[in-house]
Nanobody
């Protein structure tokens, strides 16, 4: 059974940092494109960062230079390091797996067929 479980969210002041983790089970993390998405109240879910099979990455323009996606295949864990956080980064963050997708890293939500329950990130003073 495929399972994704995020952790690491919380309340942080503007300019601060958080690291999100996503433990994956039921499939080989190394063989699949993985992504982080976020959804703020009243807004569409948007792609934030994605990592491919051979560590290629892509980022949304809004987070480039501030967020870093990485993975540890041995620990079957996906990470999102978030630095210089802004109030606009406030959202529920989701880990996702594109298990039926065979292309390069993508931020296209429709390519992802498994999702975690999400973890809340609030950036506020």
């Amino acid at each position: 059974e495929v399972q994704l479980a995020e952790s690491g969210g919380g309340l942080v002041q503007p300019g601060g940092s958080l690291r999100l983790s996503c433990v994956a089970s039921g499939f080989p993390l190394s063989d699949n494109v993985m992504g982080w998405f976020r959804q703020a109240p009243g807004k569409e879910r948007e792609g934030v960062a994605t990592i491919g099979r051979v560590y290629g990455t892509r980022y949304a323009d809004s987070v480039k230079g501030r967020f870093t996606i990485s993975k540890d295949n041995g620990k079957t864990t996906l990470y999102l390091q978030m630095d210089s956080l802004k109030p606009d980064d406030t959202a529920t963050y989701y880990c996702a797996a594109a298990l039926d997708y065979d292309g390069p890293p993508t931020l296209a939500r429709g390519e992802y067929n498994y999702w975690g329950p999400g973890t809340q990130v609030t950036v506020s003073s």
